[in-house]
């Protein structure tokens, strides 16, 4: 069925080819650097989908610790031997405290440990680790200094794993903070947390929280760490954030807003996501946004993993999908005034009003924002309309921040040659294309910007990934999806003049709570993993160079040619040649390099390959199946000798002597 399917994009490719040939005679022109590389060229995308955040790369394990949901103990469970009415009540203050107005309000009476408690069941359970230190944290408020929590993480089967007690000590009308450490002693994929009241009378609840000790930086309250880990293991060049569709918003009330964001967790006010409801076929009615990973830790964490920090803004529409809702062009100032305090937040020192937020947050050094976002896949001349006036503003105010510009959800058509034509007309800095395609379009496409103008707006490639399935909901990580997602990316390299950015989409999923396949890693409570489509993204950015050079058969660019793809660049810091090859066909070749214009090259090269049959996927349990495999190459007068396997990614690295 793969053979066939393989059979059918090859012959649809721009060239069509017998695969009776089995060698194949490439040049490279070393000396002959045609466009550069940019360091922000290969970069990760981030939404808030798929449970990525919360019940993600935020390592808070309760799900709805203020009670904030659209139903207030969602997530929560009360354990009691007696039912008493009123003992727990969800009370809101409202006006008092309009981003966090909901607490819980416990009434013991004469309560001893298993009379009254809570459980809280995690983002589809709870992540627990043997020997792991867990910090717990929480708000509270009584009239009389008399309870005591007594805190356990339990299995599946109720069994404890891990306890303490912690005594609430302060009494009166004001909040305080208490917390407490403890370790587990069991390892569990789907725990939970208990929290049973000793005491009597009346105490207040809120912003009850766990996480574990071994958070990325160590950070109290920070990121998981192993999730973070493999997006530093790809050394990208940016990193844009919130999103994606959350950006928009269903309609402009759910839109994202990035000064909800910062300051004080307990300020920041909660939101219903988005995806909570835009997938009948994955329903997920407790998807909500807590912000604990705020638009400060996004630039924390770029800034922490080497990457330039690109921010996306609502541009005053909402998803023209959903509601098409947006703001009439008399009410759109304060959404341009969000863009430029956000670059005061991101660059303003503390004698600014945004500046001075992100001081106080911890971080006196400026973020050096260089680029954001005006939009996410609008479309029409109402986005245009809107772009317009952000532009004007921004640009006069800070005129070296480079802007990128939506041009729809699909890469061809009649939206996206308006958009397309009016964003070269304004000279927009970057235009953002998207392509979510079956394999055959990616290896057709590898040509795509090889006719694009080479002055004017530059190309981002801000979300694309092959879809090998029929739906959004069945696609798969297969190799044969990262095999044409490579073959594409050899065309933008070669481009890279044209093209400036490029990033997969999405990049996280919960096994557990996903609305949207595929994605580029995959984590449950306990692990992470790398797709194919990840390990074939680590290579391009981990490989980058800083200069393509020509690499060509029959003198053409290797693009299709018995299904064979290449790019080749140097890479100035450390005096390499960097060539990579695809081989999607599946008979293997002998591709003879012959490397023009080098005087002396070293008598080996290292090569990286992948290749695995073209329904292989990585997992769980087998995480590396489909990765790169690392060995040496001989080199003779200057020529190379490269053998491809069937269904193959080659990445060769040879220095320049």
């Known amino acids: 069925m793969i053979k066939r399917l393989m059979l059918v994009l090859l012959t649809t490719t721009v060239f069509s080819a017998s695969f009776s040939q089995q060698t194949n005679s490439l040049i490279v022109k070393v000396a002959q650097p045609t466009a550069t590389i940019e360091p922000t060229m290969w970069g990760i995308f981030f939404e808030d989908i798929n449970f990525g955040a919360d019940g993600g790369i935020y390592a808070e394990m309760v799900k709805n610790r203020s009670f904030e949901f659209f139903k207030p103990l969602m997530g929560w469970t009360v354990n009691r031997k007696k039912f008493v009415e009123g003992e727990v009540l969800v009370v809101n203050r409202g006006e008092e405290n309009t981003r966090n107005p909901r607490f819980l309000r416990v009434t013991m009476n004469n309560a001893a440990k298993g009379d009254l408690g809570l459980t809280n069941e995690g983002f589809r359970g709870m992540g627990i680790k043997k020997g792991m230190r867990y910090d717990l944290s929480i708000l509270y408020r009584q009239p009389q200094a008399h309870t005591k929590l007594h805190i356990e993480l339990i299995d599946t089967t109720k069994r404890v794993v891990g306890d303490t007690v912690l005594s609430l000590t302060e009494a009166g009308d004001s909040w305080h903070k208490a917390a407490v450490s403890f370790h587990a002693n069991e390892t569990v994929l789907k725990g939970k947390m208990n929290i049973w009241f000793e005491g009597n009378g009346v105490v207040d609840l809120d912003m009850i929280s766990l996480f574990p000790g071994d958070t990325w ?132 020192d503390v004698n600014t009003k945004w500046g001075k937020v992100r001081v106080d947050m911890g971080h006196p050094a400026p973020f050096n924002l260089k680029m954001m976002g005006i939009g996410n896949e609008n479309w029409g001349p109402q986005y245009i309309e809107r772009l317009k006036a952000f532009q004007t503003a921004i640009k006069g105010k800070y005129p070296n921040i480079k802007l990128i510009c939506s041009s729809g959800t699909d890469p061809k058509g009649e939206r996206f040659d308006y958009l397309n034509g009016e964003l070269r007309k304004l000279n927009a800095d970057f235009i953002d294309e998207h392509y979510y395609r079956k394999p055959e379009w990616f290896l057709q496409n590898a040509r795509r910007y090889d006719n694009y103008p080479r002055t004017g707006s530059k190309v981002f490639g801000g979300e694309y990934a092959s879809h090998v399935d029929k739906t959004v909901g069945n696609n798969r990580n297969t190799w044969l999806a990262a095999l044409s997602e490579a073959a594409f990316m050899t065309g933008l390299e070669r481009n890279a003049d044209v093209v400036g950015m490029a990033s997969y989409a999405p990049l996280f999923a919960n096994v557990d709570a996903w609305q949207w396949a595929p994605d580029l890693i995959w984590v449950n409570n306990l692990q992470a993993y790398g797709t194919p489509d990840y390990q074939v993204q680590k290579l391009f950015s981990l490989n980058k160079g800083s200069k393509v050079v020509p690499i060509t058969l029959n003198n053409e660019a290797v693009a299709g040619q018995d299904s064979l793809y290449a790019s080749a660049c140097i890479d100035a810091a450390t005096n390499e040649l960097i060539i990579k090859v695809v081989n999607a066909s599946d008979k293997a070749f002998n591709n003879a390099l012959q490397l023009d214009g080098v005087k002396k090259i070293a008598a080996k090269g290292k090569l990286l390959s992948m290749q695995s049959d073209l329904t292989a996927v990585n997992s769980f349990d087998s995480p590396t199946n489909v990765a790169p495999v690392e060995s040496t190459i001989a080199i003779k007068n200057k020529k190379i000798v490269l053998n491809t396997a069937p269904y193959s990614f080659s990445v060769l690295r040879v220095k320049l002597e």
Not at 297 to 307: K, P, R, S, T, V
């Open 217 to 348: 930086k160590n950070r109290p309250g920070g990121m998981r760490s192993d999730m973070v880990q493999l997006l530093a293991d790809m050394k990208p060049g940016f990193i844009r954030f919130p999103g994606g569709c959350i950006v928009e918003g269903f309609d402009l009330s759910n839109r994202y807003r990035w000064k909800n964001t910062v300051g004080p967790i307990e300020e920041r006010q909660l939101m219903i996501n988005r995806w909570n409801i835009e997938f009948p076929h994955q329903n997920a009615p407790d998807y909500f946004q807590t912000f604990g990973l705020g638009f400060f830790e996004y630039f924390q964490l770029a800034e922490d993993i080497g990457a330039e920090a690109l921010p996306i803004l609502n541009c005053g529409m909402a998803c023209q999908f959903n509601s098409a809702e947006l703001v009439p062009m008399k009410d759109l100032d304060p959404f341009i005034q969000d863009a430029l305090d956000l670059v005061e937040f991101a660059n303003g």
